[in-house]
Each structure stands twice: as C-alpha cells, then as structure tokens.
C-alpha cells in the first residue's frame, strides 16, 4: 500500500520524491500548486509512511505500485530517482501519464563511455558501501549533497533535514534498493517510445545530475522542453520555488 495525500480539486499532479525522502519534502509547494489543481504527494515503498513491498522492489515494480494506486490520466513531477520512476511509468502505460516533468532527473544516472557527462559511478558506489556501515552518516552525506552549490545552501539544508525527520526514517533495505537503481537503471534505449510531453527542470548548479547529461537527455527527445534553474542546486523546487512553479504551470497549461 502506498500513502498519499491529495489537496485542491482540478486537473491531476503528482509529486514523487527523491531518493532517501518523502513526500512531505514537496510540502513548501504543494498549497500553492493545490490553488489551481489536485495534487497528489506519496510516499514511496519503504519510505516516511509507505511500508515496504514484500519481495522488495525494482524500478518496473515501483513504477506498477504506483500506476495501481495512483489517479489516471494525470501530469507526473518526479525529481531525482522519483523523476526515474516516473519516466518507467509513463513508458509502462502511456495513457495514464498525461505530461511528465522531470526534475534534476535523468535516464540514467551514471557515465557509461557512451554517457560520459552523468554522475561518476564511483559516487554512488560509495554511498552504497557506507550505507551498510553507517546508515545515518550516509543520508546526512546525501542529503547535504542535494543543496550543495546553490544560492541559499544553509537554510536550504535546514530545511530538507527538518521536511526529512517529519516522518519515520526510510527503510535501509528501500535505500539500498533505490541506490540500485540509481546505478544501474538505464531508460535511454526506450526514450523513443516516450508518448507524453516531456519537461526537464535542471539546477545550473546541480552536483548529482550535471547540466551537460540534462542536455544530452533533450538531444534524445528533440522535442522535449528543458529549463536550467540560474543558482539552483539538485532541489530546484526548494531553492527557487517561484520560478521552479512559473515553469510548472506554463508547461501544463492546456
């Protein structure tokens, strides 16, 4: 079972967080974008409140959870692992992803020599080692990497910890899994199957998804629209909410 919240009546949004988070982290912009839509925040399995699956998960399943749960047709905002589960969605079933916004996502996450401007695998192949070792000193890491670079980084990391520690921690076995796909997911061969109309929102100052991979995602998708966010680091949602909104609305206008 997947929890979730819906606030404001209108067309249908939904918000899926990041990796290590939940859906309380969209809280400082879900009123706002809940004036004119409906708006759906979750938690995804093994995080804040949503249990985890028996069996575990891998990204095709995270994708069905929440196709099975979610309401359809809707726009879908994913950011980070959260913007990956919901490009797996929208390539699962079309009809129910009316328009995708990915932000500070990718196709995948890390280089290959044929993606050589991602994120160096080695990052995440050490937070996956020091996950086991020290669960809390990893998150920390994590968390204080998603603000890093940008305009307001210190009140910015306050309150990501703050919006983290609102629920209960994620499961070690759900990171860990998560991590998993971030390393080794690769959606690039099916972007040409992609239906819907795509936006990424990218930070020029992102540390985890550089800006260079967010344009080679736009080569793939000639007609996807692509926005860097000037100041802004991997939560572009957070930092710069005015314009990151601005950008949301002009996309999903009818």
């Avoid at 996950?131 to 890491?141: F, G, H, P, Q, V």
């Avoid at 930070?203 to 998804?209: A, P, Q, T, Y």
């Avoid at 260079?212 to 793939?220: H, K, R, S």
Wanted: with cysteine.
């Amino acid at each position: 079972m997947i929890h979730s919240e819906t606030r404001g009546q209108g067309d249908d949004l939904i918000l899926i967080h990041g990796w290590g988070m939940h859906g309380g982290i969209w809280g400082p912009i879900v009123e706002r974008l809940a004036e004119r839509h409906r708006v759906t925040t979750l938690d995804l399995p093994g995080h804040g409140y949503s249990p985890m699956p028996a069996g575990g998960f891998d990204l095709p399943r995270l994708a069905s959870l929440l196709l099975n749960e979610l309401p359809r047709p809707a726009t879908w905002i994913g950011w980070s692992l959260g913007g990956m589960v919901a490009l797996e969605a929208a390539l699962q079933q079309a009809g129910a992803v009316e328009r995708l916004v990915l932000v500070a996502a990718l196709p995948q996450f890390v280089q290959s020599p044929d993606w050589p401007d991602a994120m160096p695998r080695g990052t995440l192949a050490s937070f996956a080692t020091n996950l086991e070792r020290d669960y809390a000193t990893t998150l920390k890491r994590f968390l204080a990497l998603q603000v890093r670079g940008a305009d307001n980084e210190r009140q910015l990391r306050r309150l990501i910890q703050q919006q983290v520690a609102s629920r209960p921690a994620a499961d070690p076995e759900a990171l860990r899994l998560g991590l998993e796909i971030l390393r080794n997911a690769n959606l690039r061969p099916r972007l040409g199957q992609l239906q819907p109309p795509l936006k990424l929102i990218l930070g020029e100052r992102d540390m985890l998804v550089p800006v260079a991979a967010g344009c080679a995602t736009q080569a793939l998708i000639p007609q996807a629209q692509c926005t860097i966010c000037p100041g802004a680091g991997h939560a572009p949602f957070l930092s710069h909410s005015d314009y990151f909104l601005s950008e949301v609305e002009v996309f999903i206008k009818p």
